[in-house]
């Protein structure tokens, strides 16, 4: 078992169907009333690769990356058309989207860390497999510059600074991202004129912790 990191033909995945999953445990009283527990602190995310499949090329070009995968054996990055950004997917990247951290004069690492918003209860993914040469990073709103001022692990997505930020300084960063993931069956099934006539095999992506 391995990490590749590698990404996943990315003209497929766009037209791929999938999100977040969550787990929760709801308990339905006779009475009707409920209680509902998480089970997952994390979301998990799951994709359909299958419906990104438009000709026969593309179905050869997954059963090929499929292959040297093992199956369900090794990882490999995923992109997320609909999440893929330290912001939204549309808006251009800068170095004050996220805040990862606040320097104390002696920390020198911090994680990538995306942060969804709402009224109440915002929630903070870790963000593992940034994309290389799509970082920025600033303190208390000043750019940093990469080899000179920090480098960043693009496997684990750690940002290291050559020198601790400053007390209550505040880290932020601006970023692209991918999902760790890995295919979700050791198969694929598919009738090549079913195929050509319209319909596309299931192929099952499943995130994975890192």
């Known amino acids: 078992m391995a990490f590749h990191e590698v990404l996943f033909p ?3 995945s766009r037209g791929s169907s999938g999100g977040p999953r969550r787990l929760t445990d709801v308990v339905t009283l006779r009475s009707g009333f409920e209680f509902r527990n998480s089970l997952w602190a994390n979301s998990r995310r ?5 419906l990104g499949l ?3 090329d593309h179905l050869y070009t997954a059963i090929e990356f499929f292959e040297a995968r093992r199956g369900r054996l090794h990882g490999f990055r995923w992109k997320d ?3 893929f950004k330290s912001g939204s997917p549309t808006s251009t990247i800068t170095n004050a989207d996220q805040q990862i951290g606040t320097g104390n004069g002696v920390i020198t690492v911090f994680q990538l860390t995306k942060l969804y918003s709402s009224s109440s209860s915002p929630y903070t993914r870790e963000i593992k497999k940034p994309v290389a040469g799509s970082l920025t990073v600033a303190i208390n709103g000043v750019a940093k ?7 960043i692990d693009t496997t684990t997505g750690l940002v ?3 020198v601790a930020p400053g007390n209550t300084l505040s880290v932020t960063a601006g970023f692209e991202f991918d999902v760790p993931v890995r295919f979700d069956q050791d198969e694929i099934l598919v009738n090549v004129e079913l195929f050509d006539s319209g319909q596309v095999p299931d192929l099952s992506i499943m995130e994975i912790r890192i």
């Open 10 to 12: 990315s003209d497929i």
């Open 46 to 50: 799951s994709y359909n690769a299958g």
């Open 54 to 56: 438009r000709h026969m």
């Open 81 to 83: 058309w609909s999440d």
């Open 145 to 151: 510059t990469i080899t000179t001022d920090y480098t």
């Open 160 to 162: 290291t600074f050559l």
